[in-house]
Nanobody, 122 residues
């Protein structure tokens, strides 16, 4: 499984970015893709996740109402629309893709990308 994130960048507080996670190397339609982030000096945290089989989505409390996850199953690509960005959203954002995984276990069953930097200036 190969995972590539894109879409990061520098944005002012209140702005928006859309991250993409393209997963390849598996043929099943049953997978989970989760977004995680890690800020300097902090532990990695889960941000959002989606399961392809039923379209269920999950969000961390810190991003609810601001971030939205969606998927294009034909492309095995998941998008993370981030609105109303705050300086505390600054981090490297990673995605993990796991064929036959759930959002509960994608972090350790899935394959990880190299991440994309998101920087929100105040």
């Amino acid at each position: 499984v190969h995972v590539v994130e894109s879409g990061g960048g520098l944005v002012q507080a209140g702005g928006s970015l859309r991250l993409s996670c393209a997963a390849s190397g598996f043929s099943t339609d049953d997978y989970a893709i989760g977004w995680f982030r890690q800020a300097p000096g902090k532990e990695r945290e889960g941000v959002s996740c989606i399961t392809s089989s039923d379209g269920r989505t999950y969000y961390a409390d810190s991003v609810k109402g601001r971030f939205s996850i969606s998927s294009d199953n034909a492309k095995n690509t998941v998008y993370l629309q981030m609105n109303s960005l705050k300086p505390e959203d600054t981090a490297i954002y990673y995605c993990a893709a796991g064929p036959f995984a759930t959002c509960s276990d994608v972090a350790w069953l899935g394959s990880w990308g190299r991440g994309t930097q998101v920087t929100v200036s105040s």
